[in-house]
């Protein structure tokens, strides 16, 4: 099993083992890219750039899957979450054909991979099915699907669909494919390492400056580079994207099935939000994997809550055996509906980003590591103005909304409280956690299953704003920009790049 970025472990992570890196880092190198994240973007981007003859080093804070890349459900599709009636209103019918053509790209070029370096990810082809269940879906739908078909999709209707629900009418999109993605990423990351290139895991990148070559600060040293690749899913610090991408959190559930009726295709609904089912098998063991119940980050009451939901919707459908794993995940929304994939806003021209995927994250990853080993590599790309991150423009007061926010307030530095008149305060069972106002201040107190009292200042590092417990995954989040950290406060997910600051107990409280 590997580490993961909150309480729960998907179906991936708690099949696989750590990745071990072999290439050492050097810190009197200068690298022709850094690349800050080990997850699908990373990995693909540095693996396409090291068979370009660019010498690489990624930077991975915990292990090679550790986020978002480990926490998919891992869908490969040109059927995207902004339907293609929405991207051609925004962008025109020309931009929508290009998008289709970018995730198509995406799509053979993982096939490709696969192909050339026999990774065993149980990769299979497969349609995807999106189906109406009342008149005001069947209108969208038809929408959906003219502009699917205008932008090139292989797309008709289909008088059923591979899921025991009821419907009006639905499509199906050929073309599609699923796979096992950490399987898929290690593989990557071997023939990036074959090649020279190099992975640095369990650092954490502090922060980047750029003179005559760009300068990583991270907690094991300085790197060097010319170029530098943001691929962290959000990237760190303060900047535009912050303010124009949204976190949302999305429940998974891998199940087995009593009667073994499997899905070989994926399917989506049309509710808000959307449900979206497919079937992997792994180590001769078929999963069903579902989702569903999004919501922004931290704006939830009760996060376990939206896993009951999910189930009681999954066992309504479904004739479930049990229950193997449970999980949830971050991605960002965009404000109009592309991912920024490009330049970084307000920055040189030697730092690069690539963010904002929504839902459809395996297939823009690879759009991202195509378009970015382009860019540095010096060729035509014509994604180049498409997914350009500059396409934002600055809001008013935003100079100044960061100079007023850029730190959070140091409250508890040399402070010492009772453990005795906070457990009294907050009257926490074990595993539970709250916010809490004692001596004047406010301290998030989480109590662990041992009985072990934690603190910390619920201040998000990132520009201060009041971090919420994640009951579900045992985390603080930023309901602000989505930063995520441990009950400990270890940082666990961008944009933030400092842990909270840890309250002092006097004792630990007894169980």
């Not at 292989?154 to 699923?178: C, E, T, W």
Request: one cysteine or more; hydrophobic letters at 35%.
């Amino acid at each position: 099993m590997i580490k993961r970025d909150g309480h729960n472990t998907s179906l991936w992570q708690a099949n696989a083992t750590a990745f071990t890196a072999t290439n050492s880092a050097a810190t009197d190198e200068l690298y022709d890219v850094i690349i800050v994240g080990g997850g699908i973007t990373g990995i693909s981007t540095g693996l396409l750039l090291q068979q370009s003859g660019k010498k690489c080093l990624i930077i991975e804070s915990a292990n090679i899957c550790f986020g978002t890349t480990g926490g998919t459900t891992a869908h490969l599709n040109t059927l995207l979450d902004t339907p293609y009636s929405v991207i051609e209103q925004k962008f025109g019918k020309e931009n929508a054909k290009l998008v289709a053509t970018a995730a198509r790209e995406a799509l053979e070029l993982i096939k490709n991979n696969i192909a050339a370096l026999k990774i065993e990810c149980g990769y299979k082809d497969a349609g995807a099915f999106l189906f109406a269940q009342d008149e005001k879906q069947v209108e969208e739908l038809e929408k959906i699907k003219d502009a699917s078909e205008n932008a090139g999709l292989d797309i008709q209707y289909s008088d059923q669909i591979p899921v025991p629900s009821s419907f009006l009418k639905a499509v199906k999109v050929n073309g599609q494919a699923r796979f096992n993605p950490v399987q898929y990423v290690y593989a990557l990351a071997d023939a990036y390492e074959a090649l020279g290139g190099v992975i640095l895991q369990h650092c954490r990148v502090t922060g980047a400056e750029n003179n005559e070559v760009v300068n990583v600060e991270t907690e094991k040293g300085s790197y060097k580079a010319v170029d530098l690749i943001y691929a962290s899913h959000i990237p760190p610090g303060v900047n535009l994207l912050h303010l124009r991408c949204i976190p949302y959190r999305s429940y998974a559930m891998a199940l087995t099935l009593a009667d073994n009726n499997y899905p070989r295709d994926l399917c989506y609904d049309m509710v808000d939000p959307y449900h979206y089912y497919r079937t992997q098998e792994i180590d001769g063991q078929r999963y069903l994997i579902a989702g569903g119940k999004d919501h922004k980050t931290a704006h939830e009451e009760n996060e376990e809550a939206s896993f009951l939901s999910l189930e009681s919707h999954l066992r309504k459908m479904f004739n479930i055996a049990g229950i193997r794993y449970k999980w949830s995940s971050q991605y960002f929304e965009p404000a109009d509906g592309l991912p920024y994939i490009g330049h970084l806003p307000g920055n040189p021209e030697h730092i690069y980003v690539a963010t904002g995927y929504g839902g459809n994250g395996m297939t823009y990853s690879t759009v991202a590591a195509i378009t970015l080993s382009a860019l540095i590599c010096n060729k035509k790309t014509q994604y180049e103005k498409l997914f350009d991150p500059n396409r934002l423009k600055p809001v008013a007061g935003f100079t100044d909304f960061i100079k007023h926010n850029a730190d959070a307030v140091r409250q508890f530095f040399g402070k010492l409280f009772s453990g005795e008149k906070l457990e009294e305060l907050a009257a926490l069972a074990h595993g539970e956690a709250k916010l809490v106002v004692f001596e004047n201040q406010k301290i998030g107190l989480y109590k662990n299953e041992e009985g072990r009292l934690f603190g910390v200042n619920p201040s998000c590092t990132h520009l201060g704003c009041e971090v919420k417990w994640n009951n579900a995954e045992k985390s603080w989040d930023c309901p602000c920009h989505g930063a995520r950290y441990h009950y400990t406060g270890k940082v666990l997910n961008g944009p933030a790049d400092r842990d909270l600051e840890p309250v002092a107990v006097e004792f630990l409280i007894e169980s």
